[in-house]
């Protein structure tokens, strides 16, 4: 199976930065088959990326996706206080599907 | 708008079978598929499985021998049920939509069910 690594583990900053979380696969995801999402406590996980670089419905410009291959990237342009919360990665395009163990953004 | 809600049994004893079911509202079972995750306290994400409408299904093989998936298109419905459960299936479960039958991502979550084995 694919084994995604997130880093850093842990990033913070404060609102108005830019953030850049990193996701790298043990091999490589074919055709760009890897999403991002948002998870706040409480709440339902959300996507944010498809497709490594787009974004889905409703996702703010701030947030945008790079990468193909084996590294995938994340950035928040300008982190804002609703920002603030857990992202993690999943391939979909192997099965199984498997996802990153996380990237907490926190309050600098 | 499309909604995901979860429910189920909260508190199994060792070697209990875990039954979870995840229901539609707004929406129908075609045309996606439909997926359950767990993550365990402090760890990762970890891809159970996914179904579609037509009863087709992908296990995990890591729980294959263990793991039951059902639909129930009258009531859109999906449901999981995971036999012999032991502590390390101490959990929150998800359940998820696929964008669209050959779209891969999920684009729907539910909030999650927590589950916990203990004696």
């Known amino acids: 199976e694919i084994v995604l690594t997130q880093s850093p583990g842990t990033l913070s900053l404060s609102p108005g930065e830019r953030a850049t979380l990193s996701c790298r696969a043990s091999q490589s995801v074919g055709s760009s088959f890897l999403a991002w999402y948002q998870h706040k406590p409480g709440q339902a996980p959300r996507l944010l990326i498809f497709g490594a670089s787009s974004r889905a419905t409703g996702i703010p410009d701030r947030f945008s996706g790079s990468g193909s291959g084996t590294d995938f990237t994340l950035t928040i342009s300008r982190l804002e206080p609703e920002d603030f919360a857990v992202y993690f990665c999943q391939q979909y395009g192997n099965s199984p599907r498997t996802f990153g163990r996380g990237t907490k953004v926190e309050v600098k | 708008q499309v909604q995901l809600q979860q429910w189920g049994a909260g508190l199994l004893k060792p070697s209990e079978t875990l039954s979870l079911t995840c229901a539609v509202f707004?929406?129908?079972?075609?045309?996606?598929?439909w997926t359950w995750i767990r993550q365990p306290p402090g760890k990762g994400l970890e891809w159970i499985g996914e179904?579609?409408?037509?009863?087709?299904?992908t296990y995990n093989p890591s729980l294959k021998s263990r793991v039951t998936f059902s639909v129930d298109t009258s009531k859109t419905q999906v449901s999981l049920e995971l036999s012999s459960v032991t502590a390390a299936d101490t959990a929150v479960y998800y359940c998820?939509?696929?964008?669209?039958?050959?779209?891969?991502?999920?684009?729907?979550w539910g909030h999650g069910t927590l589950v916990t084995v203990s004696p």
């Open positions: 179904v579609n409408h037509s009863g087709d299904i």
């Open positions: 998820a939509r696929t964008s669209g039958y050959y779209r891969m991502y999920l684009d729907l």
């Open positions: 707004g929406g129908s079972l075609g045309g996606h598929h």
